[in-house]
């Protein structure tokens, strides 16, 4: 089978057509992969859940035009079985992803859609919104947003609610749904959905429906979850975020803050010394 890029694979794997036909050897801008089901991927921090198959194609051999198109070194399908066992096409992520493709590449669409494991988000639809650091999730049927607190206007079928890391302002929205979730006790609880646009990485999706949830417990308080996945028709590289964490960070201080710390230090009669033991009680306590 050929296709011109990585996006047009994805499109015929998950849109369900019958063009697409598993075969030992895909072609990708003119470049072979080839089945390698030898190859072991985990794949459970992205794509949680039992009953889940793959399958890895790798890169045939490095010559000089995979080189010049930067292609990546492999793709992986991924296929999610339901409660009858019945396999059906979600995703395909990329392997090795050693370069971002350029425009002048033949027959080149701009891979907007390519994510890490994290990303960068940002609500263009909700006024005041700042970019903030969201966890990608497949395992997640929706997107979910850190809330503190929230009041429903019943009457006029409206949410108002509180996202610090989003905005430090009260916003209110249309309240098009609420979600029921299993909570810790096993009972049932409800959470609010509303409907917003937000721009995921470098690509701008519409109408996605996102709940609204305490999230305070979590490292990120934003997690983009299928649904939003599916209708940007993500692909999803873990590598991105491996690159990032490797590169050299630029810690930025500010005189006065440190000022300002100092004086809370000085006025509270906390000397270094306390602070050292106190780290160093904490690491006791909790074994680290």
């Not at 063009?19 to 992969?33: C, D, K, N, P, R």
């Not at 392997?95 to 940002?122: A, F, M, R």
């Amino acid at each position: 089978m050929k296709f011109n890029n990585i996006n047009d694979l994805y499109s015929a794997f998950t849109g369900g057509s019958d063009t697409f036909l598993m075969q030992e050897h895909i072609t990708v801008a003119g470049v072979s992969y080839t089945l390698t089901p030898s190859l072991s991927v985990d794949t459970t921090d992205l794509f949680g859940g039992k009953g889940n198959s793959t399958a890895t194609y790798s890169i045939d051999n490095r010559d000089s035009k995979s080189k010049d198109l930067l292609l990546p070194e492999g793709f992986v399908l991924h296929w999610e079985a339901d409660n009858h066992s019945q396999l059906t096409p979600t995703n395909v992520t990329i392997l090795q992803s050693n370069s971002t493709l350029t425009e002048n590449t033949p027959n080149y669409e701009k891979p907007d859609n390519v994510i890490g494991s994290t990303t960068d988000v940002k609500f263009t639809s909700l006024p005041g919104s700042s970019t903030i650091k969201a966890k990608i999730d497949t395992g997640a049927t929706i997107c979910s947003l850190h809330t503190d607190n929230y009041r429903i206007n019943q009457q006029e079928n409206t949410i108002t609610f509180v996202s610090p890391p989003l905005s430090s302002n009260e916003l209110t929205v249309p309240l098009v749904d609420q979600q029921a979730v299993t909570s810790a006790d096993g009972g049932s609880e409800y959470r609010p959905v509303i409907e917003v646009n937000i721009r995921i990485g470098n690509k701008l999706v519409n109408n996605v429906k996102i709940n609204l949830n305490d999230r305070s417990h979590m490292e990120y308080p934003v997690l983009i979850g299928k649904n939003a996945l599916e209708q940007g028709k993500f692909l999803i590289d873990p590598r991105i975020n491996e690159q990032l964490n490797h590169e050299p960070k630029e810690i930025a201080s500010d005189a006065n803050d440190i000022r300002r710390v100092y004086n809370i230090l000085k006025e509270s009669n906390i000397s270094f010394a306390d602070i050292i033991h106190l780290m160093q009680d904490d690491i006791d306590n909790n074994g680290d």
